[in-house]
């Protein structure tokens, strides 16, 4: 007896995003995507801040004048806040800040791409933990104090040669590397999976990979040229944009 046909039902992409979106999220996951979106957020902040000091007054002025030890410690006596920007505090703020949205980018990441995701997340703490293994800027900061209260010329002597040493260990930037790579695996993987857009995917790409011929540059000289500068700006723009549509989806996949 031939069985009697059944109606077959078209679903909109519109009605089974929010389908997919419940799925790749479980609830275990959900706070997490909501840290991690608010984070993100957050560390937009961090690229501006970095603008807004170079143009405080005198600021750029001091910081052009740290060519020796003595320089650095006079820089921190002076201004000690500007003494730990220009030896990296905000690119350790910005670290911590992206912490929880990467792990809340491979919670949605890994039913597309789990190998691709969890390696992006890996190569990602791995760079936090080589920076924040190679940052010396609070050993500056307290060998600057040191330096100050000493009383004899010898002491002053053992405080620049500890300083020299800080920061000729302090000069690799490849914590920082690594973290952009990792992003860029990351933002790759975001390219074919159905959580994020197209756009998102792009602009981490993007910014990654200018920031990362950035980092190329400053390998070779102390300071970056006018060419650099510019890639260096598109990069913080597009980074920036990629922050805040990944933190803008994360809060929404939190809400599910």
Not at 55 to 80: C, E, I, K, M
Not at 182 to 200: D, E, G, H, P, Q
Not at 220 to 225: E, G, N, Q, S, T
Request: some cysteine.
């Amino acid at each position: 007896m031939r069985s009697r046909d059944r109606p077959v039902y078209q679903v909109s992409r519109s009605e089974l995003k929010p389908v997919i979106d419940a799925e790749t999220v479980e609830s275990g996951w959900k706070g997490l995507c909501k840290v991690g979106g608010t984070t993100a957020l957050i560390a937009v902040l961090v690229p501006l801040a970095e603008v807004a000091i170079n143009y405080l007054p005198g600021l750029a002025r001091a910081s052009q004048q740290t060519v020796t030890v003595v320089d650095w410690f006079t820089l921190f006596q002076n201004h000690w806040f500007l003494g730990l920007r220009n030896l990296g505090l905000l690119n350790l703020v910005g670290a911590v800040l992206l912490a929880p949205m990467v792990f809340a980018i491979y919670s949605a990441l890994r039913r597309d791409n789990e190998a691709y995701a969890a390696l992006g997340t890996i190569l990602f703490f791995v760079g936090i933990a080589v920076y924040l293994a190679g940052n010396r800027a609070f050993t500056m900061l307290s060998l600057s104090g040191q330096y100050a209260s000493a009383a004899t010329d010898a002491q002053r002597s053992l405080f620049i040669a500890a300083g020299q040493a800080m920061l000729a260990e302090g000069q690799s930037r490849a914590g920082i590397l690594l973290i952009e790579f990792a992003c860029l695996v990351i933002s790759a993987v975001m390219l074919r999976s159905k959580v994020f857009s197209k756009a998102t995917a792009y602009a981490g790409i993007l910014g990654n990979v200018l920031l990362i011929v950035v980092e190329i540059i400053l390998a070779f000289a102390r300071r970056l040229p006018d060419a650099g500068i510019v890639i260096a700006g598109g990069g913080g723009l597009s980074i920036m944009t990629w922050y805040l549509l990944v933190g803008r989806r994360l809060l929404q996949l939190g809400r599910l």
